[in-house]
């Protein structure tokens, strides 16, 4: 039989088929039609082993939504079909700048999980529309597997799939910076490129800063299991110039979260503030900068200790009220606690995965409600450049892993202070010449005066200081002096003024 005959063969065989059930459906009662094909498909199932689950593309009312499982599907997939799939399609993929492939339609990508083998399948149904002339397309995959892996697929892999879908989403989208300007948010873009990579520290304080960053981001399931809100607070503190701002872009980069920088000078109240934190999503970074600076942390003791005392005297004379709430009004700004009671309290209650970021230059400056454990889970201190912080910026500007001018440089870094943005600035491109030489000899010119200005300031210190000292002893003589003088006034307080005043004329008279 030559393959035409086999096609014209095969071409009759279906179209007796196609006759016979068409005269099935027309003759045989809807019930016995329903009861045939349930008993085939039992038939089918015992005979055929695997599971086939279909995602369609549309859902909801009238299939005018998209299917939130179809669309985790298809991003699922996109990793894997991108490299087994042969026909893909391309597409922008929203909020991103990147191209996104996805399986075309009518392809198979074999998947693992646990060991257990399964395929994935993309298709579409065209049929014609209710409502309009034209044809509609359904596009669904269809996932195969074993009955035997029925709870393994059914349980762990969907939710695997969901998860991983979720974070491809996360990793692949644009992240944002939000500022606040009075009580609304509004973003730009995030392009910052700092990178943990690129930020110059020691390498193994900042590989523990990454490794908590990153045991944070998978550890739904362990704060869930302990009963703890899913966030975490950082305390950035060092100098100016030490890369607390780089190293928050860095953290945004690292786990794919969105910047929500808070600027609380431009806050009115605790309300305002609790109406703003209210409106970060999951997986965000909330950054207030400048702590010490835009709450005056002293001055909000005061106003407690002053508002307690107002309250003392409402007691005593409650007609003072209305004056009492005037003073309130004014002195109504955010507060330390009305912060910090809204981050520990309810506000944790609305969502999780979400970081906490205060700097400061000064941590000696900050109140110890703010220091206290648990408040802020993890303090970093970013200080001034020393020689394996400067190694990673030498790496980065200069691509040199070593120098002859090292070993000096060593030296200069542990006895002069300078900030890595500082450090950095030596090593920017020259545009004289492309020898790492000049950029590093910049840099000991730069240390040798630091070092220089850091003595001179040193003594000009300890200077003031002995002069100070010095004060100090001279000033304990002065009261003894005075102590000596005080009997004579006690005197003149006891009523024998008129022998005192003689005595004064008579020596103003011999002075003058
Ligand atoms: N540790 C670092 N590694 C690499 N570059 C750094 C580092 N610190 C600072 N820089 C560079 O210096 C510049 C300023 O740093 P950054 O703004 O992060 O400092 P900061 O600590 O936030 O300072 P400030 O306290 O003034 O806000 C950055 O553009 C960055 O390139
Ligand atoms: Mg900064």
Avoid at 71 to 93: E, G, M, P, R
Avoid at 202 to 216: C, G, R, S, T, V
Avoid at 236 to 244: A, D, H, I, R, V
Avoid at 306 to 335: G, I, N
């Amino acid at each position: 039989m030559t393959p035409k005959d086999m096609f014209a063969n095969l071409g009759s065989i279906i179209a007796s088929l196609m006759f016979a059930w068409a005269m099935f459906k027309q003759y045989f009662p809807y019930q016995l039609q329903m009861s045939i094909e349930k008993y085939s498909q039992r038939v089918l199932l015992f005979v055929y082993p695997y599971i086939q689950i279909r995602f369609n593309e549309l859902s909801g009312e009238r299939f005018f939504s998209r299917s939130q499982a179809y669309t985790a599907i298809q991003t699922y997939l996109s990793s894997s079909s991108s490299t087994h799939a042969k026909k893909l399609k391309a597409d922008i993929a929203k909020n991103s700048q990147s191209l996104a492939l996805s399986m075309d339609d009518h392809e198979e990508v074999a998947d693992e999980f646990q060991g257990v083998k399964l395929w994935w399948a993309s298709g579409k149904d065209i049929s014609k529309s209710p409502s309009f002339w034209n044809l509609e397309e359904k596009r669904y995959y269809k996932l195969t597997f074993h009955k035997r892996h029925r709870d393994l697929i059914l349980g762990s892999y969907l939710d695997h799939v969901l998860k991983e879908a979720k974070a491809m989403e996360v990793r692949n989208r644009q992240r944002k910076l939000y500022t606040n300007s009075g009580t609304n948010w509004s973003h730009v873009m995030l392009k910052h490129p700092a990178k943990f990579e690129t930020i110059a520290m020691d390498p193994e304080k900042k590989k523990e800063i990454m490794d908590d960053l990153i045991a944070f981001s998978k550890g739904e399931e362990f704060y869930e299991r302990v009963g703890r809100a899913w966030k975490r607070g950082y305390l950035l503190y060092g100098p100016p110039g030490t890369g607390k701002s780089s190293m928050i872009a860095a953290m945004a980069n690292l786990l794919g979260y969105d910047l929500y920088d808070l600027e609380l000078t431009s806050v009115k109240n605790n309300t305002d503030l609790r109406k703003l934190l209210m409106e970060v999503p999951n997986k965000s970074i909330i950054v207030i900068e400048d702590i010490d600076c835009s709450l005056d942390l002293t001055g909000q003791r005061k106003t407690k200790k002053k508002k307690e005392k107002d309250e003392a005297e409402e007691k005593k004379d409650p007609k003072q009220k209305p004056e009492k709430e005037e003073k309130e009004t004014e002195a109504s700004q955010v507060t330390l606690s009305g912060l910090l009671n809204f981050i520990d309290g309810l506000w944790s209650a609305s969502g999780g995965e979400r970081l906490i970021v205060f700097t400061t230059n000064y941590v000696e400056k900050l109140d110890p409600a703010l220091v206290r454990g648990g408040r802020m889970d993890k303090h970093i201190e970013l200080s001034y450049c020393r020689f394996e912080a400067f190694k990673g910026l030498a790496k980065n500007y200069l691509q040199i892993e070593s120098h002859p001018l090292f070993g000096r440089i060593r030296e200069l870094l542990e006895e002069a202070n300078m900030c890595p943005a500082d450090v950095a600035e030596h090593l920017m491109p020259k545009p004289t010449s492309g020898d790492p030489k000049f950029s590093l000899e910049s840099l000991i010119k730069g240390l040798e005066k630091a070092k220089e200005e850091a003595r001179l300031k040193a003594e000009e210190e300890a200077r003031l200081k002995a002069e100070e000292e010095a004060k100090k002893i001279e000033q304990p003589t002065k009261e003894e002096a005075k102590k000596v003088e005080q009997p004579a006034k006690a005197v003149t307080e006891n009523g024998e003024a008129k022998l005192l005043d003689a005595r004064a004329t008579e020596n103003g008279n011999t002075s003058s």
